[in-house]
């Protein structure tokens, strides 16, 4: 019997009763993809483990703390025998055989009659593996075909959704591996993507040859004008039919001027979605292995646009007030105006010694990090010839993170 191969089959186990003999790890792994089934699962065993014993006291599922019974098999549909006792589990393994219940074996394949095979699911698919008895393979393949799926590799374009309209996607801080699957998806399934000069650019080589890919950089220059013709093109593409994906950098709502496109498009009366990137004020300074808290240093982060200095009529920063702050200071598109706001932040009373890291290119091959203070940070800057982009943290949780250069 061990020449064939198994015949897959899909168990339909909703209210029917599945049992479960032995309340160790293996059926602590078994018993939560039952009950995602809608199985009615009885566990029997005299100890089991506390996830077990918390699904018992939950009535998730029903726990007989004591040793086999063979009368237990009777109207159970399907069987798993996972004891640390081969008798015990041959003993389960010959009451199913004759009553024609398949059982699975934890201890011995080859003298199952079932075996459980690797799972995943993805928007309604379920992929199950079976590796010739290799759990180790048939999981890797798994994983690897459900990646697939969720990055939109394995799907019919023709399953994609292509419903007009323009959906707002994060791309993260640059590294193609920090955005999300749900914004990957959203590129493969569009007509017209819309890129921002920090999008991730190697998610671009992916996109079909068919896709309008819309460079923002090559827009109007200004930032208003560029942002109203940003806004005519996702209106009028989606009214064309077309399914839009505006990609940014970072997160779309966070000095992205993403509900600016939003209130466009609703104005238009045009569907839009929204799918939110991994933030690089938080996101960059974590690579770069600098936190924005951290406990008896910082309780507070505060992200401030710097892209207009101390003292400019439309800014909308009382750069006092922040000086004041004992958290932490995360400075966006600040490398220009930076001096100027470091010398504000030290006349409104922040410690000229303040640790600065400035993180430029985070995420990306170039990433590096400068370690100054607000008092030498021109100077640094100036030395390190650093340019944008870069993100600067402001605070003592940089000397947490660097300890050795600021003595600390």
Not at 165 to 182: C, K
Request: contains cysteine.
């Amino acid at each position: 019997m061990d020449d064939f191969p198994p015949y897959p089959s899909g168990l339909r186990l909703a209210g029917r009763r599945v049992l479960v003999v032995g309340g160790g790890h293996v059926s602590q792994r078994r018993v939560p993809g039952l009950l995602a089934c809608g199985a009615d699962v009885v566990v029997v065993s005299p100890k089991v483990t506390p996830a077990i014993e918390g699904l018992a006291g939950a009535g998730e599922i029903t726990w007989h703390a004591r040793g086999f019974d063979d009368a237990d098999l009777d109207d159970a549909w399907y069987v798993i025998a996972a004891t640390n006792d081969p008798w015990v589990n041959e003993q389960v393994s010959a009451g199913a055989e004759r009553r024609r219940t398949f059982c699975v074996r934890a201890d011995d394949a080859t003298a199952a009659t079932a075996w459980t095979p690797a799972v995943g699911r993805h928007e309604g698919v379920t992929v199950a593996v079976l590796g010739s008895r290799d759990p180790r393979r048939s999981a890797r393949l798994r994983d690897e075909i459900v990646e697939c799926l969720r990055e939109g590799k394995l799907a019919d374009h023709d399953d994609r959704d292509a419903t007009p309209g323009v959906v707002l996607v994060g791309g993260g801080p640059g590294h193609p591996d920090l955005m999300s699957i749900a914004g990957r998806k959203a590129l493969m399934a569009a007509d017209v993507v819309v890129a921002d000069r920090l999008a991730p650019r190697e998610l671009l080589g992916d996109l079909s040859s068919d896709v309008e890919l819309i460079d923002v950089a090559k827009l109007p220059r200004g930032r208003s004008a560029q942002q109203e013709e940003i806004n005519r093109v996702i209106v009028a593409r989606a009214q064309a039919g077309k399914r839009v994906v505006r990609f940014k950098g970072g997160d779309n709502f966070v000095f992205g001027r993403g509900f600016e496109e939003v209130q466009a498009c609703r104005e238009a009366g045009v569907p839009v979605t929204i799918i939110p990137g991994l933030t690089s004020p938080v996101a960059v300074p974590a690579v770069a292995g600098i936190p924005v808290t951290h406990r008896g240093v910082a309780h507070e982060f505060t992200v401030i646009s710097g892209h207009l200095p101390p003292g400019h009529p439309e800014s909308l920063t009382h750069w006092p007030s922040v000086a004041g702050l004992q958290g932490t200071l995360v400075l966006m598109m600040a490398v220009q105006n930076a001096p100027a706001i470091a010398a504000a932040l030290v006349d409104g009373g922040r410690p000229a010694d303040t640790p600065v890291a400035v993180v430029c290119d985070g995420t990306m091959a170039t990433q590096r990090t400068v370690l100054s203070t607000l008092g030498t940070l021109a100077a640094d800057l100036e030395r390190e010839a650093v340019k944008p982009p870069a993100i600067i943290v402001v605070g003592g949780v940089v000397a947490v993170a660097h300890p050795d250069h600021y003595g600390r």
